[in-house]
């Protein structure tokens, strides 16, 4: 009993993860023990469900397929006052949620193109152009260097779930293989799906990611 004992502690310090799957376990037992309700959906679209609660989604397509303008809609659906009867392509978000929304951009300009697009996503929801939603926060990234881009993304991140601890965080990568020094490689690729769905699993956090296509074919670019 000893030698096994001193086994199972030995195994422990060795691999410092064994604790957190130990106990993940422990919630595993005490959750399925329990009747599961699944999340209501946090977007309709037609009135039908689109989006769940702590998932990750993907807009996928060519360039100039305005896959930013569908993620700034439905920015503007979560974010409409609902005196607003803007049409929003009939997205609707889950009334009874209270939320904040995070637009993340590689791409766009900072003088022109980033602030357009902002303030398109607060006129569409019922803002005025001086006005400053609270609960809408965006970056930029496109004047960080690539290396440092992910790291930045996460700090940034860590950051601002100090602020929001009462809503739901609504994140749009705009454009997600930007966010990493190399969308080529496995291993830039699989940190950032790791930090994501360690984010939706200990967050109350939905991803939404934009993603372009390879010019000659359907595939998404990068791994």
């Known amino acids: 009993f000893r030698r096994v004992l001193f086994r199972s502690q030995m195994e422990e310090e060795s691999n410092p993860y064994l604790a957190t799957v130990l106990q993940t376990q ?10 599961i309700s699944f999340s209501s959906p946090i977007i309709y679209q037609f009135e039908k469900p689109l989006i769940y609660r ?43 949620i209270p939320f904040s929304v995070l637009y993340v951009d590689t791409e766009r300009n900072l003088k022109e193109q980033f602030p357009y697009a902002i303030q398109e996503i607060e006129r569409k929801s019922g803002f005025a152009k001086s006005e400053n939603p609270e609960n809408f926060y965006y970056i930029s990234l496109l004047n960080i260097d690539r290396q440092a881009r ?70 998404a670019r990068g791994h």
């Open 150 to 219: 992910y790291q930045t993304l996460n700090d940034y991140l860590e950051h601002l779930r100090g602020k929001i601890t009462q809503q739901h965080l609504f994140i749009v990568l705009d454009v997600a293989t930007d966010c990493i020094s190399n969308f080529n490689h496995v291993d830039d690729s699989l940190k950032l799906i790791d930090m994501i769905n360690i984010s939706i699993n200990n967050y109350d956090t939905t991803f939404l990611c934009i993603i372009h296509e390879n010019p000659n074919g359907e595939k």
């Open 54 to 96: 702590n998932t990750l989604n993907v807009i996928q397509g060519k360039a100039g397929q305005h896959k930013s303008r569908l993620a700034e809609t439905i920015c503007s659906a979560i974010l409409r006052f609902s005196e607003c009867d803007n049409d929003l392509l009939q997205f609707e978000k889950n009334s009874e």
């Open 26 to 35: 422990l919630e595993l037992r005490r959750i399925k023990s329990k009747e």
